[in-house]
């Protein structure tokens, strides 16, 4: 290094760090470290003023600065020193900040307020706050093209809601269409917004895959853009993410899996029929918001560069959001939801379980309080209305296993001592009575 050559840039970094034999002092290089490149450690992973800082553009920015001072070793000592900024910027955890929003050029909180400076978060969204930004009008336009009038709000409401670490509103969206409407364009727009605070993946992987629920930490939002409905059968998972205010356990490949927070909100886009929903439980509808598209003209011509000029209008649109949110607020997280989205929830929920038409059809059960049923009763009440309605019986498991997952729902308990012959007792439930006999006669 030549310290009288002041044009150098190398000259005008600080290596305090190296010592008189040419090593590196790991202490003193994380101390001078940190004071240029402000960030801390939380459950291995770093945090910078823009939220979470990835470990390979971190790699990069330390054999940046050692490869002038190192020849050999570098990458292992690049290891070495990452281990040592661990410790050296080791926190407990970063708060969850429900009052405010993290932008680029400061911090908006809830109240109106805004501060122009950052704060360390655990994410930034890709847009400054400017309350005279104006309306997005290509936003909006294409939102009436995309759905009813009657669903913008609900779609407000929720990407307002994607805007704070909260899973509050237990919900999901789902914007279902036949194909050709263009609603995919809505999660490239999303993206140029909310940037590194989402996450595109697929919802059937985050149910099944285990390392893929850990890559949801310190999102905001996961949009899977071409949702396979009929390949969710399982939603064990995706109901426990939706509402969590808790930990769950986080697994990542070839490390010890930690308890973390998810309060990454699910935002899908789907082709084809409401009946192709596999979950049977009120536990799973009751937490979906599904909004229907509109049938795209015949004559309509769609626009190569429709994203990128909306994409101009982000400003605006993070006011919309923002309106939405606070409306979503004032009414304790109660989303505005159409006549129309309620008639989707209820189609999907009637055609892909017949429990429910058997459950409120007449001549085959009762609800009430103070009856009795053994399980062989009901599911044998229940293949005879099969029979008698053309329909195709579910097992005995599915059946009463939806008895029992939403039998607060329905007023009923289950039991394992329900009356029979002899005086013996066998499992069923209480509050529910068959009206013909049990062996479906």
């Not at 291995?44 to 800082?53: E, K, L, R, S, T």
């Not at 809601?161 to 509103?169: A, C, V």
């Not at 808790?246 to 697994?251: A, C, H, N, Q, R």
Request: glycine share 8%; proline share 3%; hydrophobic share 35%.
């Amino acid at each position: 290094m030549n310290s009288e050559n002041v044009d150098d840039p190398i000259t005008l970094r600080d290596y305090s760090w190296v010592t008189e034999d040419g090593k590196i002092d790991e202490v003193s290089f994380c101390k001078s470290f940190v004071a240029s490149n402000p960030i801390k450690c939380v459950n291995g992973i770093f945090y910078g003023m823009d939220g979470v800082v990835e470990i390979e553009n971190l790699r990069a920015d330390i054999y940046q600065l050692i490869c002038e001072v190192l020849t050999n070793g570098v990458a292992k000592k690049v290891d070495n020193l990452i281990e040592a900024l661990k410790l050296e910027t080791h926190t407990k955890e970063l708060p969850l900040e429900l009052d405010r929003i993290h932008v680029v050029n400061g911090v908006y909180y809830l109240n109106g307020n805004f501060e122009g400076e950052k704060q360390f978060c655990k994410n930034r969204l890709n847009v400054n706050y400017n309350p005279e930004a104006p309306k997005p009008e290509m936003w909006l336009k294409y939102l009436n093209d995309l759905v009813e009038e009657e669903d913008i709000p609900t779609i407000q409401e929720y990407l307002g809601y994607m805007l704070i670490p909260s899973n509050k509103g237990q919900k999901l969206m789902m914007i279902l269409g036949r194909g050709g409407e263009g609603k995919s364009r809505m999660g490239l727009i999303i993206k140029k917004i909310f940037s590194e605070a989402l996450n595109f993946s697929s919802i059937e992987k985050v149910e099944h895959n285990k390392f893929a629920r850990a890559d949801l930490e310190n999102k905001l939002v996961m949009i899977d853009d071409d949702m396979k409905m009929e390949a969710l059968k399982d939603t064990n998972y995706i109901k426990t993410i939706v509402t969590l205010e808790d930990e769950m356990d986080l697994e990542r490949k070839q490390k010890q899996s930690v308890q973390g927070k998810l309060f990454v909100r699910f935002l899908l886009f789907g082709n084809g029929s409401l009946s192709a929903l596999h979950d049977k439980s009120y536990g799973f509808y009751r937490r979906q918001l599904i909004i229907t598209t509109k049938k795209p003209p015949d004559d309509r011509v769609d626009d190569p560069y429709l994203v990128e000029k909306i994409v101009t209008e982000k400003e605006g649109i993070f006011l919309w959001m923002l309106e939405g949110l606070q409306r979503l607020l004032e009414n304790n997280y109660k989303f505005t939801i159409s006549d129309r989205a309620k008639g989707n929830l209820l189609e999907a929920m009637q055609s892909s379980n017949n429990v429910i038409p058997f459950l409120e059809s007449e001549g085959y059960i009762r609800l009430e309080k103070g009856t009795t049923a053994t399980s062989k009763a009901i599911y044998n009440v229940y293949c005879k209305w099969c029979e008698e309605n053309a329909e195709k019986p579910m097992s005995s498991k599915t059946v009463l296993g939806y008895l029992k997952q939403n039998s607060e729902e329905l007023g009923i308990e289950p039991s394992t001592n329900i009356p029979i012959d002899g005086g013996k007792k066998a499992r069923g439930f209480k509050g529910i009575f068959t009206k013909i006999r049990a062996d479906g006669t």
